[in-house]
Nanobody, 127 residues
């Protein structure tokens, strides 16, 4: 069993930056590709970013490419999402996810098959 706990959400203004963190309880953290997803009010959950087990490969949704950066620290069992130049349309609950099967570049198509999810952290971007 893997527990994922997100933190770092909050209320910011358009153009601001925010850094989300995800703490994982897994003993074998490096067995999991990690990802961030988000769900805006009234919308379906969507892929945001993914990172491979070693951190060497990343993938991003087109909507955040160039503004968001995913990273991981395997020594600390942590995953991060640095979000810059935030827009009101980035407002959502952000979820951390872990998956043994996905690769960073396949996670976008595996939303329904992730092994573990966190409970989410709310990001609100005001205009």
């Amino acid at each position: 069993q893997v527990q994922l706990v997100e933190s770092g959400g909050g209320l910011v203004q358009a153009g601001d930056s925010l850094r989300l963190s995800c703490a994982a309880s897994a003993r074998t953290f490096t067995s999991y590709a990690m990802g961030w997803f988000r769900q805006a009010p009234g919308k379906e959950r969507e892929f945001v970013a993914a990172i491979s087990r070693t951190g060497g490969t990343t993938d991003y949704a087109d909507a955040v490419k160039g503004r968001f950066t995913i990273s991981r620290d395997n020594a600390k069992n942590m995953v991060y999402l640095q979000m810059n130049t935030l827009k009101p349309e980035d407002t959502a609950v952000y979820y951390c996810a872990a998956d043994r099967t996905s690769a960073a570049r396949t996670m976008q198509g595996r939303l329904g098959a992730m092994d573990y999810w966190g409970k989410g952290t709310l990001v609100t971007v005001s205009s």
